[in-house]
């Protein structure tokens, strides 16, 4: 992991992406320089921690370049994922106002990374300027609610075929016929609430009715009439 404090001529880089961002796209410069001023980059290889579950929640980041992910260990010691991050999005903003003030997953780099790090208290202070920065965030952090509240009710109506079957046919509207996994089967099998066994057994059915095609992390959807069968409990 490496830490570089910031040069002023490198403001120029960070304050155009911020305000891409829809929780800060109409905020002016005037009000987001403030966020610098004891901001560093960061750069973070394949595998290694941003930050674990529990650390001390003070900082957040900008994500420049590469892919992370946000994971958590269970009670059974399995590796549940529960995101990806992507460039060019905001790390752990909403976390920021936890009030236990302490991380509640772990954010690890999928791919090598490069992030502008950020202090908790300066953003406290923007929601302060600028009270509709605060507006948006509440309604980040109410959305990621609905979407773990639809996953504990699917997780809790459904078999472990049909959240398997709306796993794939998700990946497919995402990539197509031909699917890439990001996860490895253990952490996909702990992510959908099934035993990795039960994972290997559904994908080998699947494999042998022809429904799916392929290994490991690489698949194919090859009859997504079957699949959705599957997914709706028709099937």
């Known amino acids: 992991m490496t830490f570089l404090k910031l040069p002023l001529a ?34 973070l290889e394949p595998g290694e921690f941003l930050f674990r579950e529990r650390e001390q929640a003070r900082t957040w980041w900008l994500l420049l370049e590469g892919e992370l992910e946000s994971l958590r260990h269970g009670t059974d010691g399995e590796e549940r994922i529960f995101g990806q991050v992507s460039p060019h ?39 302060e300027r600028e009270p509709r920065v605060a507006m948006r965030l509440l309604a980040r952090a109410s959305q990621r609610l ?3 509240i639809d996953e504990v009710e699917l997780l809790a109506r459904s078999t472990g075929a049909q959240r398997l079957a709306t796993y794939l046919l998700k990946q497919e509207e995402l990539q197509g016929p031909r699917i890439e996994l990001r996860l490895n089967q253990r952490q996909l099998a702990a992510t959908l609430g099934l035993r990795a066994e ?3 057994r559904l994908l080998s059915e699947w494999l042998q009715q ?26």
């Open 10 to 43: 490198q403001t120029a880089e960070i304050i155009p992406v911020l305000q891409q961002h829809p929780v800060l796209n109409d905020i002016p410069e005037k009000s987001l320089l403030p966020l610098l001023g004891n901001g560093m980059f960061r750069s």
């Open 89 to 127: 999005d905001l790390v752990a903003e909403v976390l920021m106002f936890v009030p236990c003030g302490a991380f509640p997953v772990s954010i690890r780099a999928r791919t090598p990374c490069r992030l502008f790090q950020m202090q908790r208290q300066e953003l406290h202070q923007l929601c």
């Open 146 to 148: 609905c979407r773990r």
């Open 198 to 200: 039960t994972l290997n």
């Open 210 to 235: 022809g429904y799916v095609g392929g290994k490991r992390r690489s698949w194919e959807i090859r009859n997504g009439a079957a699949l959705d069968r599957i997914a709706r409990g028709c099937a």
